[in-house]
């Protein structure tokens, strides 16, 4: 199943992109809960153009962080992240994606930084399991200050609290430890790197043997094509859905079966 992150169309309506998953040929979006268009009002209505597709959903991770050191971030990023389990259940999406969050200075992480991550995952696991929704755990970017970048921490805190995991192969710099969570990944982030934005897989050799041995595991989840246009360029509307198709096509190529 093959879906594309509406943070490619993030200027576009729920309308717009709707069109954009037909004429793509993809199956569905995963769609940011921050896209502008729903985001201003939350109206629900607005998501109706997606009922013929697979839709899974991102939580908020923009401007949100559920490990900060500012009690009134890290429990509104908390907040945030249960109103999204329960849109999810309102809409019969496939799943909710979370960030584990990054300690707010740009250091190590440290015990205080765990401790609210337990916390935020203890909450977030037991609502979805009372909505029965799918809630996945995403790696994190490989920087200093980040949690769960590494295979060996995300497998702790997806294993304590029985959640998925969306692993983003950019997030993960190419490192195949990751494989070894293959009975526990149900989206894959599919990109290249482009100077620390997310481009074009199809024109990445090393993001391509990755997919290939994912395909060759037995790997049948969700793809999710994570794309950045402002490390592709400036793009039309007519522009974007070219990309998606031919990142839909190489997908589709690389896992039939």
Known sequence: MILFSSMFLYEYSTEMIAKAVELAGCDGVEFWIETP???????????????????????????????????????????????????????????????????????????????????????????????????????????????????????????????????????????????????????VHVSGDGGGKHVRASNSEKVTAILKELSELGYDGILTIELDDLGIGSLDFRKKVEILREETLFLRKIFSR
């Open 37 to 187: 268009h729903f985001w201003v009002d939350r109206d629900i209505k607005k998501l109706r153009y997606f009922s013929d597709f697979e839709i899974a959903l991102h939580a908020p991770v923009l401007d949100l962080n559920p490990v900060s050191v500012n009690k009134s971030i890290s429990d509104l990023s908390l907040k945030e992240t249960l109103y999204t389990i329960s849109l999810c259940k309102k809409i019969n999406g496939s799943l909710v994606t979370i960030h584990s969050g990054k300690r707010t200075a740009l250091r190590e992480p440290v015990l205080a930084d765990y401790e609210s991550l337990h916390k935020y995952l203890r909450i977030s696991s037991s609502f979805s399991k009372i909505k029965r929704v799918r809630l996945s755990l995403e790696n994190s970017e490989k920087r200093i200050n980040s949690l769960c970048k590494t295979a060996e921490e995300l497998r702790k805190f997806v294993e304590i609290y029985d959640l998925k995991i969306t692993y983003d192969i950019k997030h993960s710099n190419y490192d195949d430890s990751f494989y070894d969570l293959l009975n526990r990944i149900c989206n």
